[in-house]
């Protein structure tokens, strides 16, 4: 696909903007006396799984970008993994951001052992948010068309 797409500095900005943001109402909710749902070890495994998904959908569409694919691709399909690629940025970029401002959240409450578990599984799943933006790149990276050389022709100009 011809086109900037989602840069990483866009995925740094909605994981700045999630994070703040998750770290707020965090603060709000536990300051007014009221307990947070558990997670999921899980949720790490399918953001993992999901990164993994679209690196796969992404490898065919890069072997037909260099001219190798075995068979042919309809642009359509080749179109739909890129935005795909594009939402798993963005999606990882505010799930790295989001489970980050509660594992900021959870900083506050250390010395609590099952507060500490929770840090964890924030981590966790904040790494797991990141791997899923970074594949999400890559994969875009791997759908890239360079322009072409030559600028295309005016359909309504004649030649001559």
């Known amino acids: 696909m011809v086109g900037r797409g989602v840069r990483p500095s866009h995925v740094g900005l909605v994981a700045l903007v999630a994070g703040t943001l998750t770290w707020a109402v965090l603060h709000w909710w536990t300051g007014s006396g009221r307990s947070l749902p558990e997670g999921s070890w899980i949720s790490v495994f399918v ?22 694919a075995p068979s042919a691709m309809s642009a359509l399909r080749a179109a739909r993994v890129f935005v795909l690629t594009q939402t798993a940025a963005l999606t990882g970029g505010v799930l790295a951001g989001a489970y980050a401002g509660s594992a900021v959240r959870f900083l506050a409450d250390l010395d609590i052992p099952s507060q500490r578990s929770r840090l964890w599984l ?39």
Do not use: K, Y
């Open 122 to 160: 924030a981590v966790g799943c904040a790494v797991g948010g990141a791997l899923l933006a970074v594949a999400g790149l890559v994969g875009q990276w791997m759908c890239h068309l360079d322009p072409p050389d030559t600028p295309p022709e005016d359909p309504l100009e004649f030649p001559g």
């Open 47 to 68: 953001m993992l799984a999901m990164a993994a998904a679209v690196v796969a959908a992404a490898i065919p569409v890069r072997r037909m970008v260099l001219g190798r």
